[in-house]
């Protein structure tokens, strides 16, 4: 795996960002966060990111997750918080990328990409407008 680009690994890159506490039942044998639990402090940040933008059940519309791709790039330890940075990437017509960063004492330890489409609903083939413009405010900052 070639590293990621360098605003990738900003923290000011994304224009959200959550502190989740880790688990000493997210470690595994050899003392570091498990893969497992690296997956659900993404997800917690996912979840996190779309509240802080208001847009958990708009208009009757759900979305699914359709594929999720972690990269590790150093280890996460216990107990120290791990902060989850998140901004929306690419926006196409019925979908959305969601593009995460686990960050823990300053650090980048893993990335995380996530791609959302939309179900449901009428409009369930495109994004509405409005819904769009909601994804544009929240991009990530590109150097």
Same mark, same amino acid.
Do not use: C, K
């Given at each position: 795996m070639a590293r990621? $680009?360098?605003?990738?690994?900003?923290?000011?890159?994304?224009?959200?960002? $959550?502190? +989740?506490?880790?688990?000493?039942?997210?470690?595994d044998v050899?003392?570091? +966060?498990?893969?497992v639990?690296?997956?659900a402090l993404f997800e917690s940040g996912r979840v996190r990111f779309n509240k802080a933008m208001n847009l958990s059940g708009w208009h009757g519309h759900r979305w699914l997750v359709a594929k999720v791709e972690i990269n590790y790039l150093a280890e996460g330890h216990?107990?120290?918080?791990? $902060? +989850?940075a998140t901004g929306v990437g690419d926006i196409g017509t019925r979908s959305w990328h969601l593009l995460s960063a686990a960050f823990q004492h300053g650090e980048p330890i893993a990335t995380c990409?996530?791609? +959302?489409?939309?179900?449901?609903?009428?409009?369930?083939?495109?994004?509405?407008?409005?819904f769009r413009i909601g994804l544009e405010g929240h991009r990530i900052r590109r150097a």
């Open positions: 990621p $680009e360098p605003w990738r690994l900003d923290p000011a890159s994304y224009p959200h960002s $959550e502190a +989740i506490q880790t688990r000493f039942q997210d470690l050899l003392g570091h +966060i498990n893969n639990a690296m997956a216990f107990p120290g918080d791990v $902060e +989850i990409d996530t791609v +959302i489409v939309m179900s449901g609903g009428a409009n369930a083939t495109a994004l509405a407008a409005d």
